[in-house]
């Protein structure tokens, strides 16, 4: 870690609410992909539970995190709260990475919210995604560079 910028995690309360601006942006993006998609299909109708839709929204969901993780850390939410995501070396996130962190964020389903809810008892205020994906949330300052290079 960089002694110049000394890790400081982010609390539960930013996170949340970093996290609810994302799923309402995000939400907002999977409406437009859906809605042109239907036009695409002359107004029909996309059944319940087709597979390919399924992989198609988990894509599209992979990749407006993965692109804002892997290009400065930093969704809309996570700016808005001056919160970053890097690796826990402190450097930038690669899309493996992003995709580590993507798929181990189901942990917050299963049970629900207990993989967020283990950041009140880890000293480094760690879920279990940043765990399981060897990443972390710090807090930042106005001024603070945007990732390090973890060297």
Known sequence: MNPDHPYRPAGVLPRLAAMTYDW??????????????????????????????????????????????????QTLGLRAWRLRVVRTDGGR?????????????TTLLVPPGLGLAWMLIDRRRACWHDLLSRTRVERTSKSSPVARDGS
């Open 93 to 105: 996130i690669s899309w493996r990475d992003a995709a580590r962190r993507f798929l181990a964020a």
């Open 24 to 73: 309402l942006l995000l939400a907002g993006i999977l409406f437009i992909l859906t809605l042109g998609l239907i036009l695409l299909r002359g107004g029909a109708a996309i059944t319940p539970g087709t597979w390919w839709y399924t992989a198609l929204l988990i894509s599209a969901s992979f990749l407006f995190y993965g692109w804002f993780w892997t290009h400065g850390g």
